[in-house]
């Protein structure tokens, strides 16, 4: 193997430096698209048209749902039960003073005891005779009562109007006191717990009637225990009640008859007069007040449309009515709730916002030659609630699909779903289903498997392995010439100093005589020898001869 020289051992570092950087520029970010697409949502507008990107929030929308009356109530929500829309709320997860919505609360207990004992609410009896701590602990209070006094026995039914209509403190007691046993503190637990089950998170029972300001709860919360108070057909029954005849009892000597504080279930009331259309829609409520203001949850319908509404602390200005009247009389939380279904039963409208006969939008196809995309059916017909005067473009639809699917798919396949959204509200949601057959080309399906290896993550993979060892290898051999050559240069720059130091001293060698070879003897001549003379031969040579 030939040697590579550094210089050229520098470029092939570099190219493979440089080829790890574009390996890692086109390194895949992100999740990788699966055979059907990678799932998204993508928000589009009515017409179908996409949003900016892919998952992108609609800008701010215009609140579609505000209503043309402004409560001056601390906290409200309200929402309509048909849809199970919020189309108005303020503070609705602020915990306010509940007062005597307490109560609506320890009914419902009550009426599920005695529904679990198989007896009827006329069926059940409780004596007060032995109950004074009721009394005492209303003692001095100025609560509200239903005249029910000690020794009397009464059934829950009774008990149950009293704790709703004259929002009675005393009835409210004696209820706890039969579903518990005597044990208040146990009756509390169960009232938080039943909150809780009921999805309540802002609010917390520490009495059964509402005297206690620790009491608190939140307009959003108390929409969720109207709901399940109205639920309880008994209890709905006694709340729409203007009035109940008690019947003569131990220490009354004949009927009585005690009165909501509902006024707008009353129609000689200046409220039921103010909002006479609206007042007769109203079902039912409760109201409660501890000082200058007042709570009242409420349920009203009208013309197939429903609303629970929950005001909370609505000061006693708040009511241009209760000016008139005496501070006992004034009712702002009732005022301000029938303004808002007096909004909300002229303004919004349930109507169609998805029609299961028309395409909502279309999803590409792949591997097909027959057609490039196909069309998307919702699964149901949703219904919304939306104001009389707003056009369905207005809605926002919200789908929830593959980037693309791949033939052959049949007609009625789900592949997604769409949520509707108005004004930051959800509408509602359906499954979508492919509309028809769309089969699949071998050819495009082969060429695209092909497509993919070339393109997939094992592919990269192994091309980035083997750069990666190209890379190490040349910068091995890189550093082996390197060490070689610095080797090189450490042995010529030793040879080069140790020419440059003095030589030591020779010593003469001795001369050794050259070994004789058999070589005959020379004779000494002392004299040259005689000249010939002519004619005369020469004498015999005695060397050749070997004689001496």
């Excluded at 409200?76 to 003073?97: R, T």
């Excluded at 200005?317 to 007096?342: F, K, T, V």
């Excluded at 779903?417 to 359906?430: D, E, I, N």
């Amino acid at each position: 193997m030939k040697k590579l020289l550094p210089v050229k051992i520098g470029q092939f570092a570099i190219i493979g430096l440089l080829s790890l950087l574009l390996c890692a520029a086109a390194w895949p970010q992100g999740a990788y698209s699966t055979a059907g697409g990678q799932a998204t949502a993508v928000v589009f507008s009515a017409s179908g048209a996409g949003s900016s990107e892919a998952g992108e929030e609609p800008e701010a929308e215009a609140d579609l749902f505000a209503p043309d009356y402004t409560p001056q109530a601390e906290a409200v929500c309200l929402v309509n039960e048909n849809s199970g829309l919020v189309v108005y709320e303020k503070n609705a997860d602020a915990p306010m003073v509940s007062a005597s919505l307490v109560k609506m609360m320890t009914c419902i207990l009550a009426v599920e005891s005695v529904q679990k004992a198989g007896q009827t609410l006329d069926e059940v009896l409780v004596d007060s005779t032995d109950k004074g701590w009721v009394y005492d602990a209303l003692y001095g209070k100025n609560a509200s009562t239903a005249d029910i006094r000690k020794g009397e026995i009464l059934s829950v039914r009774e008990l149950l109007y009293a704790a709703l209509l004259p929002s009675a403190n005393e009835a409210a007691l004696l209820l706890a006191d039969y579903v518990s046993i005597g044990y208040i503190p146990n009756f509390i637990y169960m009232m938080n717990a039943r909150a809780t089950a009921l999805g309540c998170t802002g609010t917390v029972f520490t009495d059964p009637n509402g005297l206690d300001e620790g009491n608190v709860t939140t307009a959003r919360d108390m929409t969720k225990i109207t709901r399940a108070f109205f639920s309880v057909p008994e209890l709905a029954e006694i709340a729409a009640a203007a009035s109940y005849e008690m019947a003569a009892h131990e220490k009354h000597d004949a009927p009585y008859f005690i009165h909501t504080t509902n006024r707008l279930l009353v129609p000689s009331s200046p409220y039921y007069n103010a909002f006479k259309k609206t007042a007769g829609c109203v079902v039912g409520g409760k109201t409660g007040s501890l000082g200058e203001w007042q709570n009242f949850a409420s349920l009203a319908t009208q013309d197939g449309m429903t609303y629970i509404c929950a005001v909370l602390h609505s000061p006693n200005a708040a009511d241009p009515i209760g000016a008139d009247l005496s501070p006992a009389q004034a009712r702002p939380a009732l005022y301000e709730s029938a303004a808002l279904y007096n909004w909300a039963f002229a303004a919004l409208e349930v109507r169609p916002a998805l029609d299961v006969t028309q395409p909502v939008t279309e999803i590409r196809v792949k591997f097909s030659t027959q057609q490039g995309s196909v069309r998307l059916m919702p699964g149901d017909d949703v219904t919304a609630l939306l104001p009389k005067e707003a056009g369905n473009d207005q809605i926002r639809r919200h789908y929830d699909l593959p980037e693309y699917l791949e033939a052959p798919v049949q007609a009625g396949d789900a592949v997604g779903s769409v949520t509707l959204v108005l004004a930051g509200q959800v509408l509602g949601s359906t499954q979508l289903y492919v509309e028809k057959d769309v089969a699949r080309n071998g050819l495009l399906y082969a060429l695209d498997g092909v497509g993919q290896f070339f393109t997939s993550l094992y592919l990269r993979v192994l091309v980035v392995t083997v750069l990666v060892a190209a890379a190490l290898f040349v910068l091995v051999m890189f550093l082996l010439n390197r060490h070689k050559a610095q080797k090189k240069q450490r042995q010529a720059a030793a040879a080069q100093n140790a020419s440059r130091l003095p030589r030591p001293a020779q010593q003469p060698q001795p001369t050794q005589r050259p070994r004789q070879q058999n070589v005959p003897p020379v004779q000494s001549q002392s004299r040259p020898p005689p000249a010939r003379r002519p004619g005369r031969a020469a004498p015999p040579d005695d060397r050749r001869s070997g004689t001496r």
